[in-house]
C-alpha cells in the first residue's frame, strides 16, 4: 500500500512539473498607451498574429503591422513574437515567445512553453494562451496567474 501511495504521489508531481508554464517580464507600466508595431512572423501561424490584434483592440491600443525582419521605430513599442505548434493526437501550441522592445532596449517578454509530457493540459485553447501572453506582457497578470489560468480545467 505504501508503495502505491508513494508511486501515486510522484506521479501526480511530475505531471504538474510537466504543465504547461509562462515565463518573463511585463513591460513597465506607464500611464500613456503607445502606439505598438507589431513586426510579423511569416514563419509563425496566422492566427498567433490575429489574436494579438484583438487583444490590443480590445484594450484600446492603437498599432501597425511591419513586415518580418523590418528595423525597429525606436519611438514606438515594438512587439516581436514566434509561435511554434507540436503535434501530439491533436495539434496544441507547443511554445513561444513574445518580446517587447522601446528605444532599442528590450522592455518586457513573455514565454510560454509544454513540456513534451503525457499531461492533457497542453491541448488547451491556443488563442486564450496568446491572450495570457498579452495579459502578462503588459502587466495585467502575472506569470503565476498566467500559468494558473493556462492549467486550469475551464480554460481548455
Known amino acids: 500500500m505504501k508503495k502505491i ?4 504521489t510522484i506521479s501526480l508531481t511530475l505531471i504538474g512539473c510537466g504543465s504547461p508554464r509562462y515565463t518573463g517580464s511585463s513591460v513597465p507600466i506607464t500611464n500613456i498607451k503607445p502606439e505598438v508595431v507589431i513586426v510579423q512572423d511569416n514563419d509563425t501561424r496566422a492566427g498567433f498574429l490575429d489574436t494579438i490584434k484583438v487583444w490590443l483592440q480590445d484594450n484600446n491600443y492603437s498599432y501597425i503591422i511591419s513586415p518580418d525582419n523590418s528595423k525597429h521605430d525606436l519611438n514606438k513599442l515594438t512587439i516581436e513574437y514566434e509561435g511554434h505548434w507540436g503535434w501530439d493526437l491533436a495539434l496544441y501550441l507547443k511554445d513561444t515567445e513574445i518580446k517587447a522592445y522601446q528605444g532599442g532596449q528590450r522592455v518586457g517578454d513573455i514565454k510560454f512553453k509544454v513540456p513534451y509530457t503525457a499531461n492533457p493540459n497542453k491541448f488547451g485553447n491556443a488563442s486564450k494562451r496568446i491572450g495570457f501572453m498579452m495579459d ?19 480554460v481548455n
Open 5 to 8: 501511495l508513494l508511486l501515486s
Open 136 to 154: 502578462t506582457l503588459f502587466g495585467q497578470m502575472t506569470p503565476a496567474q498566467a500559468t494558473k489560468a493556462a492549467n486550469s480545467s475551464t
